[in-house]
Every structure is written in C-alpha cells, then in structure tokens.
C-alpha cells in the first residue's frame, strides 16, 4: 500500500520495503487484509473515519468483493457513506443487501429535489443578481430544473461568468437542463482548451499531464496555461 500510497507513511512512520512481493493469485487476499488493517488503524473510538463513496452505482467488482469482506465490527467506529443513483447493477444490489442485513446500523436517506425556498435561498447568495432575476430563476429552476442541485449549480456559475446584458440577451431562462448549461460554458471557453478538454474526456482524468500534452502538441507549461 505504501508503494502505491507513499502518504500513508505520515500516519504510519517509515516502513520496511517488501522483499518478496507475494504472487498474482495471493494477491488479493494480501491487499484486502492490509486495507482491513488500515480501516481498523484509522477508524478508533477516539478518531471515528467517516468513509464516502461516491457513484456507488458504478461500483466494481473487486471494490464490491473487498466492501462484502468487511465484518459488521468494522463499522463500530467507521461511517461508510454510499451514494448512488437508483439503478440496476449486480455489485449495487450486493452492497445494499449487505449494508440493510446490519439493521439499525444502516440508514437510507433518499435525496429530494431543492424545494423553491431553498433555490430562492441558495440565489440570495449570489452576487449580481437583480430581483427580478432571482425571483424568475427561482420559478424557472423549481419548474424545469426539477429541483436538480447540479441544475443549480451549473446555472449559478454560469450567471458569475455572464453579464446582466448578457443574461438577457442569451435567455438563461428559457435553458432547459444541465446538459445545455455545461454546453454553454464550455462554449465560453477558447477553442484550444475545449479540445484539450475532450482529449482529457477521452484518455480519462488520470492521463499524466505530458502525455496529455503530448497528444495535444504542446508543452505540459502551454498546456497548463490552456486549462
């Protein structure tokens, strides 16, 4: 783990390098055990660890495997919080019948849409906006938003980029979804950072960033400036 995580030895102190890493096939009973140890060394009655998974809908299955593993004493000082989309997958199904069969320990919170008080509250913060702009987009994202946070905040931040002119002159009102906001962002941006983004898009966020400024032709300082 240290191999892969050199941070952990800031909780740890210095450890032994392996000398004989244990074979494919042990593998993952050696990698489960040791982050088993590791959630019993972090997560202590005098430090509780509050663990958060997100997108547990796209849940793999070898992070499915190790979470199955866990002993319900795991949890005396550990909160696991595992949020998800409400949608078929053999590995979610899983998880949730394990984290049900603890009983009391498990408690499932189905988020609701922002009501419009909380939308109208959570416009109030923002800087710039005229009355009338906060009371129609107030109306707008309770009716066509469906109370979407995203919705929200991807339309709030949009409104910090723009102009009262032109807010008006591109209709934020009228916008439909989420999807039409983060294009008109992204439309914002120079064209060159665009294509970077979806070079990124499509390698994956974990692209080292001189490979991604390889494929975009360019030094990983130009690149650095275009994102």
Same mark, same amino acid.
Not at 29 to 44: I, P, S, V
Not at 59 to 71: Q, T
Not at 178 to 185: F, G, K, Q
């Given at each position: 783990?240290?191999?892969?995580?050199?941070?952990?030895?800031?909780?740890?102190?210095?450890?032994? &390098?392996?000398? *004989?890493?244990?074979?494919?096939?042990? =593998?993952?009973?050696? #990698?489960?055990?040791?982050?088993?140890?590791?959630?019993?060394?972090?997560?202590?009655?005098?430090?509780?660890? $509050?663990? %958060?998974?997100?997108?547990?809908?796209?849940?793999?299955?070898?992070? &499915?495997? %190790?979470?199955?593993?866990? =002993? /319900?004493?795991? %949890?005396?000082?550990?909160?696991?919080?595992?949020?998800?989309?409400?949608?078929?997958?053999?590995?979610?199904?899983?998880?949730?019948?394990? @984290?049900?069969?603890?009983? &009391?320990?498990?408690?499932?919170?189905?988020?609701?849409?922002?009501?419009?008080?909380?939308?109208?509250?959570?416009?109030?913060?923002? /800087? +710039? #906006?005229?009355?009338?702009?906060?009371?129609?987009?107030?109306?707008?994202?309770?009716?066509?938003?469906? +109370?979407?946070?995203?919705?929200?905040?991807?339309?709030?931040? $949009?409104?910090?980029?723009?102009?009262?002119?032109?807010?008006?002159?591109?209709?934020?009102?009228?916008?439909?979804?989420?999807?039409? $906001?983060?294009?008109?962002?992204?439309?914002?941006?120079?064209?060159?950072?665009?294509?970077?983004?979806?070079?990124? &898009?499509?390698?994956? *966020?974990?692209?080292?960033?001189?490979?991604?400024?390889?494929? *975009?032709? @360019?030094?990983?300082?130009?690149?650095?400036?275009?994102?």
């Amino acid at each position: 783990l240290v191999r892969l995580i050199p941070e952990l030895e800031w909780l740890t102190g210095e450890l032994p &390098a392996s000398i *004989n890493p244990p074979p494919v096939s042990e =593998a993952r009973r050696h #990698l489960h055990g040791m982050l088993q140890r590791l959630l019993a060394a972090l997560a202590r009655r005098e430090q509780p660890l $509050l663990l %958060f998974l997100d997108d547990v809908q796209w849940l793999d299955e070898e992070s &499915a495997i %190790f979470l199955a593993e866990l =002993a /319900p004493s795991s %949890f005396d000082h550990l909160l696991l919080i595992a949020a998800y989309r409400p949608q078929t997958s053999i590995a979610l199904d899983a998880l949730l019948e394990q @984290c049900r069969s603890l009983g &009391a320990r498990t408690r499932e919170i189905a988020l609701q849409p922002l009501s419009p008080n909380e939308i109208g509250a959570l416009l109030q913060a923002e /800087p +710039g #906006l005229r009355d009338d702009e906060q009371a129609l987009l107030t109306e707008h994202l309770g009716q066509r938003g469906n +109370g979407n946070p995203l919705y929200l905040t991807q339309l709030t931040a $949009l409104l910090r980029e723009t102009t009262s002119s032109e807010r008006d002159q591109h209709s934020l009102s009228l916008l439909d979804d989420v999807s039409a $906001l983060l294009t008109m962002r992204l439309q914002r941006l120079p064209e060159r950072t665009r294509g970077a983004l979806g070079t990124l &898009a499509i390698l994956g *966020n974990q692209t080292p960033l001189r490979s991604l400024a390889a494929v *975009n032709g @360019c030094s990983p300082q130009q690149l650095l400036q275009l994102l």
